[in-house]
């Protein structure tokens, strides 16, 4: 077994401990919310026999593994109660996503980057006159992956990162990869940095990293679309991953889920070069405060990419949930808020972490994302 495949089973076994036992339906509300019945063990229990018709969402490819086992897990619990209804989620893309959702064409948006004050203020006139917040329900390193033939991984400092985005360090035996590589067999070879075609929260994820760390190397500061003419990409994680995979010399940026078995580094945090791992993602958000001037239900996370904590893995995705704070169709309203409370349950957050290697939300998380989710009204 090999290395990544080594780090899926300790991220997914993680994933599986700690929590608070929730109701995958939370605990009901005056609004008409879905009453739920704990099991005692952090599974979803009770409330979906009357859920009915089609929920559609879109965004983030970064999520697209876990997306895919939550629509899958949380329909055969409806089924298995009686109720009848049909989620599904199409990867788009982060920028997508929350165009189509501010647009009315979905109930819900999966998203790298959190709604801004414009998107806020507009979702308005789709959510029956309140407004959209966001809960994060996806924690998960981005890895820098990277496909040199012989080398498995390697040490970067955010100095070495950046300047090889940026396109100033061109060759894999640059001196300045060497240092921290002293026993790696660095071949004398063009580097080929590989970015996102689409609007992406995971680029501005990735670029936020760069400008705070590394800001004399990375002047372009955070942004979704990538702003340097040239080079190769691809379009969505997946659209990356292979381009990074079909050439030799090759690097990008991707959810570490989606990895495989290309080559990763690890990462300058202080004096120590950590590797990602769910566990270092999750001490990432466990630094990091809340970011201020947002409505108490729009959690947000303000991570802290400079920290020299020990452990922790700085260049982490939080993916949101974006959703409605009213929603005047009362069947999709109710379906919401059931599919969103099984998301961050206990045996939701089990079911991600298997599927995508993700790193569980904290309990304090859990729980205010939760009273988020009741407060959303229907009808």
């Not at 229990?45 to 697209?64: I, R």
Request: aromatic share 6%; with cysteine.
């Amino acid at each position: 077994m090999n290395v990544r495949k080594n780090k899926l089973v300790s991220l997914a076994a993680l994933g599986l401990v700690g929590g608070l036992a929730l109701s995958a339906c939370g605990g009901g509300s005056e609004n008409g919310g879905t009453d739920g019945a704990s099991d005692g063990g952090g599974g979803a229990a009770g409330g979906y026999a009357e859920l009915s018709g089609n929920l559609a969402g879109s965004g983030a490819s970064s999520m697209q593994n876990a997306q895919t086992a939550w629509t899958e897990s949380f329909m055969g619990l409806t089924q298995a109660e009686g109720g009848d209804l049909t989620v599904t989620y199409d990867p788009t893309g982060s920028g997508t996503g929350r165009e189509q959702f501010l647009s009315g064409q979905v109930q819900f948006a999966g998203t790298d980057a959190a709604l801004d004050e414009e998107e806020l203020t507009k979702s308005a006139e789709v959510c029956n006159d309140s407004q959209a917040f966001d809960l994060p329900v996806y924690i998960s390193p981005i890895a820098v992956v990277f496909n040199l033939e012989g080398v498995d991984s390697l040490n970067l400092t955010p100095e070495v990162i950046a300047g090889i985005f940026a396109g100033d360090i061109t060759k894999w035996n640059d001196p300045a990869i060497a240092e921290s590589n002293p026993d790696a067999d660095l071949p004398d070879l063009d580097i080929v940095p590989v970015h996102r075609s689409d609007d992406s929260g995971t680029t501005e994820n990735f670029t936020e990293y760069l400008s705070e760390t590394a800001p004399d190397a990375w002047t372009h500061g955070p942004v979704e679309t990538w702003p340097i003419d040239g080079g190769q990409s691809g379009d969505g994680t997946s659209g990356l991953i292979s381009t990074v995979e079909g050439g030799n010399g090759t690097i990008g940026y991707a959810d570490a889920s989606q990895a495989g078995n290309l080559g990763t580094a690890a990462i300058q945090v202080g004096d120590e070069f950590v590797e990602y791992s769910a566990d270092a993602a999750a001490k990432a958000v466990d630094v990091s405060p809340r970011e201020e001037g947002r409505e108490e239900n729009d959690i947000v996370v303000e991570l802290d990419r400079t920290t020299e904590e020990a452990g922790v893995y700085p260049i982490v995705l939080v993916s949101y949930l974006a959703l409605c704070g009213s929603y005047a169709d009362s069947a999709q309203g109710e379906a919401v808020k059931a599919y969103a409370s099984y998301m961050i349950s206990e045996e939701g957050q089990a079911t991600s972490a298997e599927a995508a290697g993700s790193a569980p939300i904290s309990e304090e998380l859990r729980t205010e994302a939760q009273a988020a989710i009741d407060g959303i009204t229907v009808g």
